[in-house]
């Protein structure tokens, strides 16, 4: 079984959150765990992103076998700006599929497909339904989505990110002071991260959690 999965199910990851009768964008939906969980929670619509194909597979077929085609909208997408397309790897190695999208790129497996890149504004204005609460956990681009498509951040009103400053290399604190803004920002789930990754520290790696402030 997949860490993820274990994270959100059995250890409560997201177990803050209210999204009865909401509809979430997830950013980072892996095979579809955090999104089928947004729906036994009470989630009305969950818009799934996930870029590497394998992962994507595997969530279709997740979300079928939760009989949950009319509830999650699965998208092969990678949130970035930059480049129009990227060539993604298939990978299988388990390991490497949890990983950053820069690790999984070092390393060919099964070979590659193109998949559509496209900034957080875009895919917001393109979507019929729209989202109020913002799924974060894209190993690292969160600092892309935020800083440069606030404008679109600032449209949800309940945000709940991962970030990997260890990855990035830049302070969480680009983030904190970017949002407080418009929204109420705590962190969470410090107990998890200090007892499952004690190698990082709460300024390499952690969770957070945003409410609009009223």
Not at 98 to 110: D, F, M, T, W, Y
Not at 115 to 137: C, N, Q, T
Request: with cysteine; proline share 4%; net charge negative.
């Amino acid at each position: 079984m997949h860490w993820p999965i274990i994270e959100t199910f059995d250890l409560g990851q997201y177990d803050f959150m209210n999204v009865d009768g909401r509809v979430v964008l997830d950013i980072g939906a892996f095979v579809g765990d955090t999104a089928i969980y947004f729906t036994m929670r009470g989630a009305r619509l969950v818009h799934a992103v996930e870029p590497l194909p394998s992962n994507y597979e595997e969530m279709l077929q997740n979300i079928t076998l939760n009989g949950l085609d009319n509830r999650v909208i699965p998208m092969k997408l990678l949130i970035g700006y930059g480049e129009r397309r990227v060539s993604m790897p298939h990978s299988t190695d388990v390991n490497l599929r949890g990983g950053s999208v820069s690790e999984v790129l070092r390393v060919p497996h099964g070979g590659y497909e193109y998949v559509d890149v496209m900034p957080l504004r875009e895919l917001y204005e393109a979507l019929s339904i729209k989202p109020d609460v913002l799924k974060l956990d894209c190993e690292g681009c969160e600092f892309d989505v935020i800083l440069n498509d606030y404008e679109t951040i600032r449209r949800f009103n309940e945000i709940v990110f991962e970030y990997h400053s260890y990855i990035t290399g830049r302070s969480v604190g680009e983030l904190m002071s970017i949002l407080s803004k418009d929204f109420r920002c705590s962190f969470v789930n410090d107990e998890f991260y200090r007892k499952y990754y004690s190698n990082f520290s709460r300024d390499e790696l952690g969770m957070i959690h945003c409410v609009k402030a009223t």
